[in-house]
């Protein structure tokens, strides 16, 4: 289980920096990565696969898409990071609670449930951003604008990254016989 959790910590620092600059936050494959340790690990090492990245950064090894180092608290996209690992620990919850589901259902189940813990992170990180510039910046932000561009403009590349990182846990499960 910690060769895992270590796995998608250096999965999670890889992805982070395959990025598209864009303003006020990045398109990077964080969030995929994210999900994906959601996917393929239990509730509790997800979360922690996530809490140590985020941790890493924080403590000033360069691992986030700008840098690191404590001050990173106040970036627009510090707020994705902050609740990453409850959107692993959800996404893997998720995934091992589809027992009640019948199997041909499944595929739609988890699809949705991702895409949907998804959007809730989404939200969660638009919310940081919308306080960080609202509040600790004194701008006169609107909360329209911050959905504008930290929500809305993301839900395409949030829906895509959902489901391959479903499909990917999808195909690989039969192969490598995990447990979910």
């Known amino acids: 289980q910690v060769a895992l959790v270590a796995l998608f910590v250096a999965l999670t620092v890889v ?4 990025k598209i600059p864009m303003r006020p936050v990045a398109l990077s494959l964080l969030t995929l ?3 994906s340790a959601g996917c393929f690990l239990a509730p509790g090492a997800a979360a922690l696969s996530q809490a140590v990245y985020v941790f890493m950064g924080l403590i000033g090894i360069p691992v986030f898409t700008e840098g690191g180092g404590f001050s990173y608290v106040l970036q627009p996209s ?3 990071l902050l609740f990453s690992p409850f959107m692993a620990a959800g996404i893997s919850l ?3 609670h589809d027992k009640f589901i019948p199997k041909k259902a499944r595929f739609l189940w988890r699809h949705a ?3 949907l813990i998804s959007l809730l992170h989404l939200l969660a990180g638009t919310f940081y951003y919308y306080l960080l510039f ?3 910046m004194r701008s006169d932000l609107t909360l329209a604008a911050a959905l504008m561009s930290c929500f809305v403009l993301f839900l395409p590349t949030t829906l895509i990254k ?3 990182s479903v499909a990917l846990f999808d195909i690989l499960k039969k192969r490598l016989r995990l447990i979910a």
């Open 94 to 96: 998720l995934v091992r």
């Open 162 to 164: 959902s489901v391959v």
């Open 78 to 80: 510090f707020g994705f």
């Open 15 to 18: 992805f982070g920096f395959i």
């Open 113 to 115: 449930g991702v895409f």
């Open 134 to 136: 609202r509040f600790y």
């Open 33 to 35: 990565a994210t999900a």
